[in-house]
């Protein structure tokens, strides 16, 4: 059986980080009036509500902040593997995303874990920010 990806939307506010991933750059949007970096996009800053936005290249580097281990699935025909993790990455802008943990056992990931971003190739426009342990 094989696995079932849904893929996320792309939107005007969404548009420009799917075209970097596509090019393995993680990029966030920041507000050139306060300086804040936000995620997810928006054509607005959270913050001071300024249009001002621009797109600027991160460090990929990050630490979890939380995860979950998914047990089971809701419906077999999806063909999950699991157990599987999803963890909430803050990177070292501030923004935190919601991604996959790789390369580490389930059992080992750890509350402030440094992790970097690498890009899993899904389709011809699609490449998803997943995260592995930063080994040094």
Known sequence: MSKIIIL???THETKPFWEYA???????????D??????PP?????YCLSENI????????????SWIIVQDTPNSRWGEKVPDNVVLVELDEGPRLISQLIGIDN???KGDMEVEVFFEDITNEISLPKFKP???
């Open 8 to 10: 996320p939307p792309i």
């Open 22 to 32: 596509r090019k393995h750059e993680l990029r966030i949007p920041r507000c050139m």
């Open 34 to 39: 306060c300086k804040r970096h936000f995620f």
């Open 42 to 46: 928006s054509s607005f800053c959270p």
């Open 54 to 65: 621009e797109w600027v290249k991160s460090s990929s580097r990050g630490k979890v902040k």
């Open 107 to 109: 059992n080992s990931i």
């Open 134 to 136: 930063i080994n040094e």
